[in-house]
């Protein structure tokens, strides 16, 4: 198999989709695939890796240190020099003519859905009606537009599955995973009878994000006079706005943690780790405080949900009351049976099985493509 992954959008906040590529790469090299990454950078640029060749084309800034790809074009002419057998794309608009250009070429091509673009543009802009008429016009054509639609939670795939069905485009199922390695449960804080209920949040400081949520969970709690302290991990366009909106609640703002292992360790000192968006489509997020230990509270909807069940978490309504109730649920469980729950839920998750999963997918669209050659 020859893989070209194309992963557009790509920012200094990009954790979670850079980690799932360097997962999947990782994967696909392991398993004999040739491997070709494109990406948007500042110049033109290829390296030799060891997970396979990585194109760098330039890209325009778009905002938040973010890059966007905006002549497809010069993405074909890559494809064209590593004539791949399959072609994977996170991206839903701009590189479309790419898998116009596969179908025409007899190489198959996988829309991997990261985001669930109607809910993820509702929260961002509060627009409700006329940006999910717009979303779903998109999604009528992405399904006509690609050979296979790959989705990571059943949350995301409601977005599809009525207009894939209707014109007979494959979906498939996909949870990512996470690295028990790197993010695993720590040694306890000195001092096991601590008066301090430590929180975490991890993620993207931007509204579709929902971190305003998670901090003003933070603050219902500091309300009813429980000692907790918030630590937020992450960097966005709407950091100094949630810092703002936490005023003198316990909230201590991190930034951008380069390290996981580092990472790993923050979110294995928390007692809960809050991951509340309701628009999630899967939250790596979830996963990584689960392997290191540390219970999740999420919002009842939303594919992070589907991640946290009743030994490694709660859940409640999207709006801080709720949510609050749900940590004061899991800090009244011991210790050690909401600690080893969580790790036990995260261990069901491992990156191999994602790999494997994907492997299947794009061995299938080689096999057709030899088929109608």
């Keep these: ?68 790809i905006v002549e ?32 025409r070429n007899g190489v198959r091509s996988v829309l991997f859905s990261h985001e669930r673009l109607d809910d993820m543009v509702a929260l961002r802009t509060g627009l409700e009606t006329g940006a999910k008429l717009s979303i779903a016009l998109l999604n009528r054509l992405l399904v006509r537009s690609f050979d296979q639609v790959v989705v990571t939670s059943a949350y995301a795939q409601a977005e599809f599955q009525a207009v894939a069905d209707a014109v007979g485009c494959p979906m498939v199922r996909v949870p990512l995973g996470v690295d028990l390695e790197t993010f695993r449960p720590r040694p306890p804080r000195p001092g096991a009878a601590h008066a301090t209920i430590r929180l975490a949040h991890a993620g993207r400081m931007s509204r579709e994000k929902s971190p305003q949520l998670a901090v003003a969970t933070a603050a219902e709690l500091h309300r009813r006079g429980l000692p907790v302290v918030m630590d937020v991990y992450g960097e966005g366009p709407h950091l100094d706005e949630i810092r703002a909106a936490a005023g003198s609640a316990p909230v201590r703002f991190h930034g951008f943690i380069t390290g996981r292992d580092d990472l790993g360790r923050r979110l294995g000192t928390a007692d809960v780790s809050l991951s509340v968006c309701p628009g999630e489509t899967f939250g790596l997020a979830v996963l990584e405080a689960l392997a290191s230990g540390t219970p999740v509270v999420t919002a009842d909807r939303g594919g992070a949900r589907e991640l946290v069940d009743a030994t490694s978490g709660a859940w409640g309504a999207p709006d801080p009351g709720s949510l609050a109730d749900a940590v004061e649920r899991v800090l009244g469980r011991p210790v050690a049976e909401r600690r080893s729950g969580a790790r036990r839920r995260a261990e069901e998750f491992p990156w191999s099985r994602t790999v494997d999963l994907m492997l299947a997918v794009h061995d299938q669209t080689a096999r057709a493509v030899g088929a109608t050659a």
């Design 1 to 68: 198999m020859r893989i070209a992954q194309l992963a557009n959008f790509i920012g200094p906040a990009s954790g979670g989709m850079k980690t799932a590529l360097e997962a999947l790469g990782r994967g696909y090299v392991a398993a004999g695939a040739e491997r070709l990454l494109v990406i948007p950078g500042p110049t033109d640029a290829a390296t030799r890796t060891p997970l396979g060749e990585v194109v760098q084309l330039r890209a325009p800034r778009v905002g938040g240190g973010y890059r966007l």
């Design 72 to 103: 497809p074009w010069r993405v074909i002419q890559v494809l064209e020099d590593f004539r791949p057998t399959s072609v994977e794309l996170s991206d839903k608009l701009t590189l479309l003519p790419v898998a116009r250009w596969a179908r």
